[in-house]
């Protein structure tokens, strides 16, 4: 039977097998890697009174995770300026509705003290967000981090917002290394990764992953991977470093062109660390001199040390001659009629403005694409009777504005739902620059907006993001300041949020 069967499947009926035929177990041991359930029964039942059942945040990829297909391959969809839809055009893995279900049901028992987050380096980040409203997941995740970029950040933000140590998190990828890997960085973090090339697709993955925390948590090994055969792996790399040792070091030089520098810390036989401007706190930015904290990873690759997870430090400066503002990106040429003060509602299917009060204020970044709707807006603003020169310098920004940049504060109104029916009414099409069946079914008003006094260089980000910009770009009245000198939503440290 075997010698007829499918060469995967019988590999897969013979590792299920192994434990009865043998009284072993059931794990495949490559002679590269380190298999923790080969400890005695004994043993094993002895210590799993003192180990953490579960971990206290469980993190999911989405992309060949979560989901099929990965979204960069709908282009048809991307072409045609729709969204894809749930259970037609993209579809959970079986097991996953399977692990899903669990979860839900047991959210108040086995699973009262853990966590549940998204972590994906997606570019269809508002596609992501409203198939996970379509899939009537948002209320199954405590934290949603999607955007492009590199997975340890994702995670730093996941540690920072909600106070849970990378050792006590687990981590579901089907990419385990290169360029788009994400369970070797993160697992360098010091967060066990589980490695599911093909997704979701049996819950075993999931059962055998908690079983393989509930021992690694009794070391907690930084670099520790659950391989696709169920087999553990640890990075002959990663107990050079400690994930969770923290450094300080000043930054001794920068080319700002290929966007790297050194930072130069510990006695004087140290060598100055490498640091790339992606491992910076998103939209940060820094200068030589600047004090920072950060930790050590290596590239499994090259071999190659480098400071990742950086903090900016402390510096003795007046805290008051900046602000933190949370920023959104459009693309031209919407950046520019929401800047002019032409389009007074922004659309999204997403739920990007949903978290935020009316009256909050954030910086218009524009991003560095031309949205390719056609030119159909430039039919909506003539059912106006709006003319080819009002709507050119409607389209345009002013000198010194371009894209890259932050280019202008607004505050936001009401966020609401609505119909195609409304979305298609003439008077809110011209508010929105797009016909009806473009727009986005949740809208957002624009109470006010003003250009900065000059346009400020920010790093775009998916969603909604921080920056940190010079107090004197912002237009008079927008920050207001209390008798000491603070500002009304930060007292003492300058930030505005």
């Known amino acids: ?10 590999v897969r009926l013979a590792f299920l097998l192994a434990p009865l035929l043998c009284g072993g177990s059931a794990f495949m041991t490559p002679t590269a890697t380190k298999n923790f359930s080969s400890i005695g029964a004994k043993s094993t039942s002895t210590a799993s009174s003192s180990l953490h059942s579960l971990p206290s945040l469980v993190v999911f990829d989405l992309d060949n995770t979560l989901w099929t297909p990965e979204l960069y391959q709908l282009r048809k969809i991307a072409r045609s300026n729709q969204y894809p839809v749930a259970h037609k055009d993209v579809k959970l893995f079986p097991a996953m509705k399977e692990i899903i279900q669990q979860i839900k049901n047991d959210r108040e028992g086995r699973f009262a003290n853990t966590k549940f987050a998204v972590a994906s380096r997606t570019q269809s980040v508002e596609w992501a967000h409203d198939l996970l409203e379509q899939f009537e997941l948002k209320e199954l995740f405590d934290y949603i981090e999607i955007f492009p970029g590199d997975k340890k950040r994702h995670f730093s933000n996941l540690k920072s917002v909600s106070g849970i140590d990378y050792k006590d998190m687990i981590f579901f990828d089907d990419a385990r290394y290169g360029r788009y890997g994400n369970c070797e960085p993160v697992s360098n973090l010091g967060v066990l990764s589980v490695h ?12 055998n992953a908690l079983n393989h925390y509930k021992e690694w948590s009794a070391h907690k090994t930084p670099g520790t991977i659950v391989e696709w055969d169920n087999s553990i792996t640890t990075l002959n790399k990663a107990a050079d470093h400690d994930p969770n040792e923290r450094h300080k070091g000043e930054v001794k030089r920068i ?26 706190p998103h939209g940060e930015e820094v200068e030589e001199g600047d004090e920072l904290s950060f930790a050590v990873s290596t590239d499994s690759r090259t071999g190659k040390d480098a400071a990742a997870n950086i903090e900016i430090s402390n510096k003795d400066v007046d805290e008051s001659n900046y602000v933190n503002m949370r920023v959104f990106s459009m693309n031209l040429p919407f950046a520019a009629l929401l800047s002019n003060g032409y389009k007074t509602l922004e659309t999204r299917n997403g739920t990007m403005f949903t978290p935020y009060n009316e009256g909050t204020k954030m910086l218009l970044h524009v991003g560095q694409r031309t949205y390719p709707d056609g030119n159909r807006h430039i039919d909506v603003m003539k059912s106006g009777g709006l003319e080819d020169n009002d709507i050119k310098s409607l389209k345009s920004l002013p000198p010194g504005f371009t894209k890259g940049m932050a280019v202008a504060i607004v505050e936001l109104g009401k966020t609401y739902e609505t119909t195609l029916e409304q979305r298609c009414d003439p008077d809110f099409q011209r508010a929105v620059a797009a016909f009806g069946q473009d727009s986005g079914m949740r809208a957002t008003e624009i109470k006010r907006v003003e250009y900065l006094k000059r346009g400020v260089k920010v790093s775009g980000g998916g969603g909604v993001f921080k920056a940190k910009i010079d107090r004197d770009a912002i237009p008079d009245g927008w920050v207001v ?3 000491d000198g603070s500002s009304t939503t930060a007292k003492k440290k300058g930030v505005y949020y």
Do not use: V
């Open 196 to 207: 599911c090339p093909n997704g979701m697709y049996e819950e075993t993955i999931w059962t």
């Open 481 to 483: 300041d209390d008798d």
């Open 255 to 280: 080319n700002r062109e290929k966007r790297y520098g050194f930072i130069q810390y510990g006695g004087r036989g140290t060598k100055d660390m490498f640091f790339h401007f992606s491992a910076l």
């Open 1 to 10: 039977l075997l010698e007829t069967m499918n060469p995967f499947f019988r």
